[in-house]
Antibody, heavy 118, light 108 residues
Framework: QVQLQESGPGLVKPSETLSLTCNVS????????WHWVRQPPGKGLEWIGF???????NYSPSLKGRVTISGDTSKNQISLKLRSVTAADTAVYYC????????????WGQGTTVTVSS | DIQMTQSPSTLSAYVGDRVTITCRAT??????LAWYQQKPGKAPKLLIY???SLESGVPSRFSGSGYGTEFTLTISSLQPDDFATYYC??????????FGQGTNLEIK
């Protein structure tokens, strides 16, 4: 059974860097695409970007330039870094796996809440 | 960028009703369209992928259809557990992975 668990600081100061980790169990990160998705309080889902099985990345145009997604195969973890955060980056952050069947996200972590505030 | 527009934004219905949610893309996405269900405080759950393929374990009362720019999610007979928010999500190589704004399905 594939399980994803996000972790990281729940509070980040404005202008600093948000750093989150997604621990993957039950599947190798080398075999799938892995995504980060966020959801501001009371709002809809926003796709942040993905890390491919070969290590390529693709990011949302609205966040490109501030975001980096990377993987650590030795720990089977995916990481997200979002630089120069503002209050608008306050959200629940999810990691998710891309199904091989059709560009959809079939396994999700429980999400972690990040608040940007001084 | 490809934008996804869902309608309606809110839908009120009775248990047992047949309901349909529509998702429109600003350009063709072939059949690369997925539907998710999300309940408060929970992660989204994949229901449908490739526009009409039912994810394993999802009840058969859920179905999807469409191609190109217009897609629908239909629930044939609403159950109490189905009241939630539904999102569509597209994939296109030029503008990957965009979500619709969501449809809140409420009990009438």
């Amino acid at each position: 059974q594939v399980q994803l668990q996000e972790s990281g600081p729940g509070l980040v100061k404005p202008s600093e860097t948000l750093s989150l980790t997604c621990n993957v169990s039950g599947a190798s990160i080398n075999l799938y695409y892995w995504h980060w998705v966020r959801q501001p309080p009371g709002k809809g889902l926003e796709w942040i970007g993905f890390l491919s099985d070969s290590g390529n990345t693709n990011y949302s145009p609205s966040l490109k330039g501030r975001v980096t997604i990377s993987g650590d195969t030795s720990k089977n973890q995916i990481s997200l870094k979002l630089r120069s955060v503002t209050a608008a980056d306050t959200a629940v952050y999810y990691c998710a796996r891309d199904t091989t069947l059709g560009y959809a996200l079939d396994v999700w972590g429980q999400g972690t809440t990040v608040t940007v505030s001084s | 960028d490809i934008q996804m527009t869902q309608s309606p934004s809110t839908l009120s219905a009775y248990v047992g009703d047949r309901v349909t949610i529509t998702c429109r893309a600003t350009q063709s996405i072939s059949n690369w369209l997925a539907w998710y269900q999300q309940k408060p405080g929970k992660a989204p759950k994949l229901l449908i992928y490739k526009a009409s393929s039912l994810e394993s374990g999802v009840p058969s009362r859920f179905s999807g259809s469409g191609y190109g720019t217009e897609f629908t999610l239909t629930i044939s007979s609403l159950q109490p557990d189905d009241f939630a928010t539904y999102y569509c999500q597209q994939y296109n190589s030029d503008s990957p992975y965009t979500f619709g704004q969501g449809t809140n399905l409420e009990i009438k």
